[in-house]
């Protein structure tokens, strides 16, 4: 029998975007530093799931100055709604701003919204802030590009078969003086993947069957700064799997109990496989079918109608496709229940017209308020009776109370309202509809 040999591949992953947190501050001219442009970071909305703010950059000398702003946003999704004159690059946690239409003019200022989405596991921040060199009020000081130091070494680094043609890589996160933007893994010396700050795993594919093969992993920062690598780890696939005629056994034992008017809970015994079972395919007697790994023995089924009588069967199924029998059982879903319209919709309803300067141009938005009535999961705004967008809450339900909707260069009359799911899922009715003349 020959010896199996080691491989090499080269997989490229892509980047991720990533999040922002924001304190609020006060515009204030930094003396000290003399900087010919100054930087300013203010925040009007912050909850653990969404973060609104702006940054304010002002030209103070009587000169055209060009301007790069870099910032890190380590947790949630960054959004640039000052597209139209400003470009934003992501790489990893660190964030770098530059204008579109060339340097800022002599005494004026550049006006940046942004908008930061998060998970409501945490609070969202927006750190080491870097404007040509010099400090952001309102903002912890950056590296910028002259950031020379290193992310720590990745640990814990394991390799393990998934199967005869895929090694699971996984390790514990590096740290940064600023932001770890991503991760190389190596495969018998050579670079396999590529993967974005915020990933600690990932399958390797394409493999022989029964090989060997040695991993390194090294983490890296937006100035290009390099860890060490990790010491080698080795991974071996599983040998190649072998022809499989043999079905499972039939599910003999099967329950059926309905848990509300369109879901019904249902349980069997283990079935057995001379390999192993890999899934169960629950079906509804009505052509409807659910599947599930086959390390279960229970499977909830949704989307059921109410008041209705259901056979269910389980067929157990192995990695070759063979599939055993089934008994069955039935049970019928329980009666609806029906929430009365306007539950929890909002009060205190308010709407008005503001506008900003962005440079020279003037920009409209609406401002928005409103007091929620009971705990809330999101609102739908709606404006001129089109849908505009949602605002997702987290567990600060008394910071869900305003928003303000950008309009961009026009302005006008528009009308506006809102509504909100409630925690049970359900829709409240529409807020009054308000006028706004802008």
């Known amino acids: 029998m020959k010896t199996p040999t080691k491989r090499r591949a080269a997989i490229i992953a892509g980047a991720a975007v990533l999040a922002v947190a924001i304190p609020s501050a006060a515009f204030a001219a930094n003396a000290a530093s003399a900087a010919p442009l100054e930087g300013k970071l203010t925040i009007d909305t912050s909850s653990t799931w969404y973060a609104g703010g702006q940054f304010v950059l002002k030209n103070t000398t009587t000169d055209k100055q060009d301007w790069k702003l870099q910032f890190t946003v380590p947790e949630g999704t960054f959004q640039n709604s000052s597209s139209w004159s400003v470009d934003a690059e992501i790489v990893g946690e660190r964030v770098t701003l ?262 020279s141009t003037t920009m409209h938005r609406l401002q928005l308020g409103w007091t929620p009535a009971e705990a809330t999961k999101r609102y739908e705004i709606y404006i001129d009776g089109v849908y505009a967008q949602t605002l997702l809450i987290g567990s600060d339900q008394a910071a869900a109370q305003k928003r303000n909707v950008e309009l961009g260069t026009e302005g006008g009359t528009h009308t506006v309202k809102l509504r909100a799911q409630l925690s049970d899922g359900s829709w409240s009715s529409f807020t009054p509809e308000l006028t706004v003349a802008g």
């Open 98 to 359: 530059t204008p579109k239409n060339g340097a800022l003019a002599a005494g004026q200022s550049e006006y940046i919204s942004f908008g930061v989405s998060g998970n409501g596991s945490g609070a969202i921040s927006v750190e080491g802030c870097d404007l040509n060199g010099a400090s952001v009020d309102g903002c912890s000081a950056g590296g910028g590009e002259e950031d020379a130091e290193k992310p720590s070494t990745p640990t814990k680094l394991t390799a393990d078969a998934v199967d005869s043609s895929t090694i699971h890589v996984m390790w514990e996160h590096s740290t940064d003086n600023v932001a770890v933007a991503g991760y190389r893994i190596y495969q018998d010396g050579v670079l396999a993947k590529e993967l974005p700050g915020n990933m600690r795993m990932t399958n390797i594919t394409g493999l022989a069957a029964g090989t060997s093969y040695d991993y390194e992993v090294e983490a890296f920062d937006a100035a290009g700064n390099l860890s060490d690598r990790t010491d080698v780890v080795t991974g071996t696939t599983a040998g190649a799997p072998v022809e499989d005629t043999e079905a499972p056994s039939d599910v003999t034992q099967i329950t059926a109990k309905a848990t509300g008017p369109r879901t019904v809970e249902v349980s069997w015994g283990a079935a057995s496989d001379n390999i192993g079972v890999s899934s169960y395919t629950i079906g509804d007697g009505t052509g409807g079918t659910t599947t599930v790994d086959g390390s279960k023995t229970s499977a909830t089924i949704n989307g059921l109608l109410p008041e209705t009588t259901y056979v269910f069967s389980v067929h157990a199924a192995d990695a070759a496709g063979n599939t055993g029998g089934s008994a069955l059982a039935g049970a019928t879903t329980l009666e609806d229940v029906v929430v009365e319209p306007g539950t929890g919709t909002p009060t205190n309803f308010t709407a008005a017209a503001g506008t900003y300067q962005d440079g």
